[in-house]
């Protein structure tokens, strides 16, 4: 399998996750293809026309993306449980959709201040948006201390998603609000598979 990915991209570094804790980097090829709102990468679009990555080119040609569907796909390759087969499957999907979310807004308030031209910015769109980032960090908050040590897509998607905050928002304390989150991240980043996909 080959993975086009970006060493910065959180939703890349979720399937780069879920591809270590399943054994199988061993099976992928990983290809540093930077992409870019306005110049488009044309090796990626060739394989996805949406020109993001992460994008994944299974064993037999066929290109897989988004990240969800990648971390699926793995899970489904490597026989894995990341996705519960119980009523526990609705809610980890959920929670990953949402820390899908966080990203999305996140990467959005990035875009404005480093692709968008500086008189174009507009600072209701991005104070609208770091409001979702807040918000979704305050229901994660609520429920994280009944995860414990939960492996899944959710807790996955999480961790990858405040390793983002971290890397991009180094100014924004999100951990203040939200001790219980910030505590279980601390534990969650020490695992081998984050430890080996830090953005840079």
Known sequence: MKLYYSPASPFARKCLVVAHELGLMDRIQVLNEG?????????VV????????????????????DSRVIC?????????SLVPADETRW?????QSMADGLLAAALLCRYEVTARPEA????DWTQGQMQKITDTLAYFESVIAHR?????????????ALGYLDFRFADYDW???????????????QRPSMQATAPV
Do not use: C, K, M
Not at 46 to 65: E, S
Not at 91 to 95: D, K, N
Not at 120 to 123: D, E, G, I, Q, S
Not at 175 to 189: D, H, K, Q, V
């Open 35 to 43: 992409v870019h709102p306005v110049n488009r990468n044309q090796t």
């Open 46 to 65: 060739a394989a996805n026309p949406l020109g993001q990555v992460p994008t994944l080119i299974t064993d037999n040609g066929q290109a897989v993306h």
């Open 72 to 80: 699926d796909y793995l899970n489904a390759q490597g026989q894995g």
């Open 91 to 95: 809610t980890v999907l959920t929670e």
């Open 120 to 123: 174009l910015r507009w600072t």
């Open 148 to 160: 414990g040590e939960s492996l899944d897509l959710g807790t996955i998607g999480l961790a990858s």
């Open 175 to 189: 951990r203040s609000a939200n001790p219980g989150l910030a505590e279980w991240y601390g534990r969650f980043a």
